[in-house]
Antibody, heavy 120, light 106 residues
Framework: QVQLVESGGGWVKPGGSLRLSCAAS????????MSWVRQAPGKGLEWVSY????????FYADSVKGRFTISRDNAKTSLYLQMNSLRVEDTAVYYC?????????????WGQGTLVTVSS | SYELTQSPSVSVSPGQTASITCSGD??????ASWYQQRPGQSPVLVIY???QRPPGIPERFSGSNSGNTATLTISGTQALDEADYYC?????????FGGGTKLTVL
């Protein structure tokens, strides 16, 4: 079965950096687009970034553009999110999610999330 | 990009039908998806491509999309359907989420 397991969350001071990882299993990772979605405490879902199956196409939300970098290693079936210049407002649970196949595909599988806390 | 707007809350009695709406200027020309998020859990896809249910999602969940409004309908609502529901759509190369609707089953 499809499994997505995030790791790397924790506490960091404003201006600091953190790298999140998502280990994927149960499907052919290299065939699927992948995404990061976050949820601030008590708030709704916010899309962060996504990456194509080969890594050649990458898009970011305006709120993280220039500070976050998404990447993937298909050999290791892993997705990453490098987060730099972190701000208090980046505090959230970060979910790794897989896109389904086809045009305007939905996010059909989600990980359990990893909490990032940015605070002084 | 445009915004997706949802009512913050909807209440329904057990066994009745709940309707949750999502509005957006360009929503009628794109596919809408819906996610259920129970407290403390990750989101789960319940409707995609406006009307399609993923495997394992009960038939009481259905969806529609007309004009600028997408609707998630839960027929014969059960207590376990109490959750937050989020609509989602694509806008060019970005992903949009609605603000979420808290469904309370009274």
């Amino acid at each position: 079965q499809v499994q997505l397991v995030e790791s790397g969350g924790g506490w960091v001071k404003p201006g600091g950096s953190l790298r999140l990882s998502c280990a994927a299993s149960g499907f052919t990772f290299s065939d699927y687009y992948m995404s990061w979605v976050r949820q601030a405490p008590g708030k709704g879902l916010e899309w962060v970034s996504y990456i194509s199956s080969t890594g050649n196409s990458i898009f970011y939300a305006d709120s993280v553009k220039g500070r976050f970098t998404i990447s993937r290693d298909n050999a290791k079936t892993s997705l990453y999110l490098q987060m730099n210049s972190l701000r208090v407002e980046d505090t959230a649970v970060y979910y790794c999610a897989r896109f389904g196949r086809g045009y305007q595909s939905p996010l059909d599988y989600w990980g359990q999330g990893t909490l990032v806390t940015v605070s002084s | 990009s445009y915004e997706l707007t949802q009512s913050p809350s909807v209440s329904v009695s057990p066994g009745q039908t709940a309707s949750i709406t999502c509005s957006g200027d360009k929503l009628g020309g794109t596919y809408a998806s819906w996610y259920q998020q129970r407290p403390g859990q990750s989101p789960v896809l319940v409707i995609y491509q406006n009307t399609q249910r993923p495997p394992g999602i009960p038939e009481r969940f259905s969806g529609s999309n007309s004009g600028n409004t997408a609707t998630l309908t839960i027929s014969g609502t059960q207590a376990l359907d109490e959750a937050d529901y989020y609509c989602q759509a694509w806008d060019s190369n970005t992903i949009l989420f609605g603000g979420g609707t808290k469904l309370t089953v009274l």
